[in-house]
């Protein structure tokens, strides 16, 4: 989509009533946030407050994120992460990931529909955040893993559904989860947890072997088919 195609879309704005209605939550809880800061000021036309769908998304977001045990407290500091533009390292510590090598990347709303063109729904929305994929939402989107969030767009360009591709990487996840856990206890076991963070590449030496020799496999024994193909 080109940028001035983009600067062309129409924006919805919502009054406070149907913004709360259109995000699930009592009016209340809506002005609460506010005051929380979680949410950026609406446009002001006299008395009347107009919230976009940027506030939408955030609302959705905050919803998620305290579905996936997030305080309300660490959902602000989070926030405020973004808006002071702290590192990549502190962003991990926040998302609850840790140090990773993965770098996170920032997005607005527009580039993440760009990457999956009309598969941004909200149940896509609220797997990528149930899955943990995405951080924020609002002015600023973070997808936590620069590689995931590349290899997603590709499978989803290729014609595979957005919704598949999370159920997938839901089921990668518990195998990795496994995986993590085997390399863990040996190293532990026999070494020290002390050269865990030392010897992380090996591991992904390992698995990164295992799967491609595992692939072979799969075409080798598929009619017609060769590895190379």
């Not at 929380?36 to 994120?65: C, V």
Request: glycine share 8%; no cysteine.
């Amino acid at each position: 989509m080109a940028k001035d195609e983009m600067q062309a879309k129409p924006v919805r704005e919502y009054r406070t009533e149907e913004l709360a209605e259109a995000a699930g939550i009592p009016v209340r809880t809506l002005r609460f946030y506010r005051e929380r800061k979680l949410l950026q000021p609406p446009r002001r036309e006299g008395r009347i407050a107009w919230y976009d769908d940027h506030h939408l998304a955030r609302l959705r977001t905050i919803a998620g994120l305290l579905e996936r045990g997030h305080t309300l407290g660490g959902i602000a500091e989070l926030t405020a992460a973004f808006e002071k533009g702290r590192d990549v390292g502190q962003l991990g510590e926040l998302l609850g990931i840790g140090w990773s090598e993965e770098t996170p990347v920032r997005l607005t709303p527009e580039e993440l529909a760009d990457y999956f063109e009309g598969e941004v729904t909200p149940e896509n929305l609220a797997a990528s955040l149930d899955l943990g994929y995405l951080a924020v939402d609002g002015d600023a989107i973070v997808h936590v893993s620069r590689r995931l969030l590349d290899v997603s767009s590709a499978l989803v360009r290729e014609g595979v559904p957005l919704a598949a591709v999370l159920e997938t990487g839901r089921r990668v996840r518990e195998h990795a989860d496994a995986m993590a856990l085997l390399f863990t206890e040996l190293i532990s076991d026999h070494i020290s947890p002390d050269a865990l963070t030392r010897l992380r590449p090996l591991a992904k030496s390992v698995v990164e072997a295992e799967l491609t020799m595992a692939m072979d496999r799969l075409l080798a024994s598929a009619p017609g088919q060769t590895p190379s193909s």
